[in-house]
């Protein structure tokens, strides 16, 4: 079945630095991925959707010069959250669209900001 | 817009006795319906989902879920469950169009119990 891969699993950064999350589509094209974030003992809630080629989409309320997405080429969306703070702290996870609207996802990423 | 419910958060179950998850949905349009489980700290595997046809979907590890359109339902549930299914257990929708996000429950908490 179709793979998507996202680093790190896990990163531990200061306050006030920047993190890089990488999302790879191993064996199929995707020219969409979703980026949702996920807080402790709650659901996904989507973030913004990357489109190959074009500005990344946000959902309302999600700051868009925070949390930058680039969607460089058809296996690679990247979210990069910037300045980070403690309140950043939370799960992020990606996902890319399959043909029948199934959705492949990452295994996720732990960040923490101390 | 969709939504979906998840009625209970938390379920506990001795092991080797069935269980069942319950997941309501609003939509004003036809949906595809899926069950996802999470592992602590890792992303979602999908157990199960509805596009069309039989009510009854079999999924993986031995979970199941009824379509029930009139009751705009989609219970998971299994005859027996394993102290391995310990696990978060999400409800998810998506309109019949190419390319959308998944909208999820806020999840339930399945825990077994020896």
């Known amino acids: 079945g179709a793979v998507v891969s996202q680093h790190p699993s896990w990163v531990i950064c200061k306050s006030g630095t920047s993190v890089k999350i990488e999302c790879r589509s191993l064996d199929f094209q995707a020219t969409t991925m979703f980026w949702y974030r996920q807080f402790p003992k709650q659901s996904l809630m989507l973030m913004a959707t990357s489109n190959e080629g074009s500005k990344a989409t946000y959902e309302q309320g999600v700051e868009k010069d925070k949390f930058l997405i680039n969607h460089a080429s058809l296996t690679l969306s990247t979210l990069t959250v910037t300045s980070a703070h403690p309140e950043d702290s939370s799960f992020y996870i990606c996902?890319?669209?399959?043909?029948?609207?199934?959705?492949?996802f990452g295994q996720g990423t732990r960040l923490t900001v101390v | 817009a969709q939504s979906v419910t998840q009625l209970d958060s938390q379920v506990p179950v001795f092991e080797e006795a069935p269980v069942e998850l319950r997941c309501n949905y609003s939509?004003?349009?036809?949906?595809?319906l899926f069950w996802y489980v999470q592992y602590p700290n890792q992303g979602l595997q999908l157990l199960l989902k509805y596009l069309s046809g039989s009510t009854l979907v079999k999924g993986i590890n031995g979970f199941e879920a009824e379509f029930n359109k009139s009751q705009t339902s989609f219970h998971l549930r299994k005859p027996s469950v394993h102290i391995s299914d310990t696990a978060e257990y999400f409800c998810?929708?998506?309109?019949?169009?190419?390319?959308?996000?998944?909208?999820f429950g806020k999840g339930t908490r399945l825990s077994v119990i020896a």
């Open positions: 998810a929708v998506s309109v019949f169009s190419g390319n959308t996000p998944l909208v």
């Open positions: 939509s004003s349009v036809s949906v595809y």
């Open positions: 996902s890319a669209p399959g043909r029948v609207t199934e959705a492949f």
